[in-house]
């Protein structure tokens, strides 16, 4: 599967530092390689489950409240409404943004 993954999160930020994208690309790893996991879809509460366990909690080591982290995925869900391919990079890249989290990756 090859992606311009650089260029799906500069749809949303032309800023974003090309390091950083490598380094949620090279966190995301071996999901990247399928197109349904290199997916995220916000219709689907286990996916969101997920993505708050093990990205925002886990490696971004956030401790807010659980209906801080639900407002930002809906945040990141309805700036990237119009996407039909909501990318985990630029999903990822996002949050990491929302919270101030780039420097985690670069």
Not at 63 to 85: F, G, Y
């Amino acid at each position: 599967m090859s992606t311009d993954w650089a260029a799906d999160v500069k749809k949303y930020d032309p800023q974003a530092d090309d390091k950083v994208i490598a380094g949620i690309v090279h966190y995301c790893g071996i999901a990247l390689q399928h197109r349904d996991s290199s997916l995220i879809s916000f219709s689907d509460p286990k996916e969101l489950e997920t993505v708050k366990s093990h990205f925002l909690k886990k490696k971004l080591e956030l401790t807010n409240p659980e209906p801080e982290l639900d407002a930002a995925l809906a945040e990141v869900a309805k700036i990237m409404k119009a996407d039909h391919t909501r990318n985990r990079v630029t999903v990822y890249y996002l949050l990491a943004k929302h919270f101030g989290k780039i420097s985690k990756f670069g």
